[in-house]
């Protein structure tokens, strides 16, 4: 039921910083966990990061913790990614996603996904 779009893709040098915003619309108390994937070009979906809503604990892919933050706006209903040190391999379609888990990482466990924002680094 929940809809989410995203926004703040775009083209970005290597070592540089983007910020995506994912606007909900819709979100109920069964929309337990909120969170970002992305998608390169003939690769699987793959976890990025995800935020419980109700207490904000956050957990991410291993290799990207320090590099990316989420967090989320209560009263905008809104979810965000910053993105710092872009380097090319972060090059993706970003999607914002909602479960109705608790802690998920697979993408077959969020039910609701954005339409994605391309996120393009260069050298």
């Known amino acids: 039921q929940v809809q989410l779009a995203e926004s703040g893709g775009g083209l970005v040098q290597a070592g540089g910083s983007l910020r995506l915003s994912c606007a909900l619309s819709?979100?109920?108390?069964?929309?337990?966990?909120v969170g970002w994937f992305r998608q390169a070009p003939g690769k699987e979906h793959e976890f990025v990061a995800a935020?419980?809503?109700?207490?904000?604990?956050?957990y991410y892919r291993a290799s990207l913790k320090g590099q990316f933050t989420i967090a989320r706006d209560n009263a905008k209903n809104t979810l965000y990614l910053q993105m710092n040190n872009l380097q090319l391999e972060d090059t993706a379609v970003y999607y914002c996603?909602?479960?109705?888990?608790?802690?998920?990482?697979?993408?077959?466990?969020?039910?609701?996904w954005g339409q994605g924002t391309q996120v393009t680094v260069s050298a």
């Open positions: 996603a909602a479960s109705n888990a608790i802690y998920p990482r697979s993408p077959q466990a969020f039910g609701s």
């Open positions: 819709g979100r109920t108390f069964s929309d337990r966990t």
């Open positions: 935020i419980t809503w109700d207490t904000g604990t956050t």
